[in-house]
């Protein structure tokens, strides 16, 4: 199913949770939503869900809109951070709810789902644990076989061997299924190693969107260590786009081939160095700052 956001924007009273936001999923990709706090990312991942529906712009699904459209939210779930389930319910419950709204639930993999997460079916949701519920709502999701998945920080709670357990499931439904995920995390190190393209939101807007292996070759981290410390025309070269100097090592953020980097440095005698690729934690870093976020220092040692 191809995902579209074009341009949409959310007002809430008089404050713009999103600005003119697109974005477009893949079938069988999983998409990262990054952003600091408060930037948006609920509120958009709840268009698209078509849970709220926007002032401006429209969340086309296979070009059809998604908000007051029953076929189309039957092909999608969207789980927010903290999951909702009926009062004093359990899973076997929430299951017969979830079978009657979404035509592809199966049965057979939600009982497998439960026996592969150790969970009692009878159990009240009230007497489970944060990180328990957080199973349970994988479990119904991955059940009804959706489309499109929408994440809000969907692993926070879970112990270790869960979240590894959690994200190979969904790895397999991607790559089986061609499922679609859109997923909001604060955890970079995490999302680093789970999706293949992300954006960075901030104050409602879209700063980036950017395939994460392109955006990583896009920028690098140079660290030159020198004799004597090289003038401006060493940083005007290199494309610096930041810097900081201790002592006789200086450490960049550049962008540029590594080959046109390496060229530079040479001209300039150095001692040694080191052309290093950035970390998404950098990059987010590096990005938020250059658009006036509070960051004091932006290279991430």
């Known amino acids: 199913m191809n995902v579209k956001a074009q341009a949409v924007t959310k007002y809430f009273d008089h404050h713009k949770a999103v600005s003119s936001a697109s974005l477009e999923l893949e079938p069988g990709t999983i998409h990262g939503l990054l952003g600091s706090n408060g930037a948006g990312k609920t509120t958009f991942l709840k268009l698209m869900a078509g849970i709220y529906r926007p002032e401006a712009g429209q969340i086309l699904y296979d070009g059809q809109s998604v908000y007051e459209n029953t076929q189309i939210k039957e092909q999608i779930i969207f789980m927010p951070d903290i999951p909702?389930?009926?009062?004093?319910?359990?899973?076997?419950?929430?299951a017969g709810f979830y079978k009657a709204s979404y035509p592809h639930f199966s049965s057979t993999r939600f009982n497998q789902l439960v026996k592969l997460m150790q969970l009692n079916k009878k159990q009240r949701f009230n007497r489970m644990?944060?990180?328990m519920k957080r199973q349970a709502a994988f479990i119904l999701s991955l059940s009804c076989y959706p489309d499109v998945l929408l994440l809000d920080e969907p692993f926070d709670g879970l112990d270790p061997v869960?979240?590894?357990?959690?994200?190979?499931?969904?790895?397999?439904?991607?790559?089986?299924?061609?499922?679609?995920?859109?997923v909001s995390s604060h955890n970079l190190r995490e999302m680093e190693d789970f999706c293949d393209s992300i954006s960075i939101m901030h104050e409602g807007r879209m700063l980036i969107t950017r395939e994460l292996d392109t955006l990583k070759r896009e920028h690098s981290k140079v660290q030159v260590a020198f004799e004597t410390l090289p003038p401006e025309s060493f940083y005007r070269e290199l494309k610096a786009l930041d810097r900081k100097i201790k002592g006789r090592v200086v450490t960049c953020i550049t962008a540029g081939s590594d080959m046109e980097i390496e060229e530079v440095i040479t001209r300039y005698n150095p001692l040694m160095y080191d052309i290093l690729p950035l970390t998404l934690e950098e990059i987010f870093t590096y990005e938020m700052g250059g658009h006036g976020y509070a960051i004091e220092n932006i290279i991430v040692e």
């Not at 909702?84 to 359990?90: A, K, P, R, V």
């Open 129 to 131: 644990s944060k990180g």
């Open 162 to 182: 869960i979240r590894h357990t959690v994200k190979n499931l969904l790895i397999q439904d991607v790559s089986n299924h061609q499922m679609s995920i859109l």
């Open 84 to 94: 909702y389930f009926f009062n004093y319910s359990n899973l076997i419950e929430m």
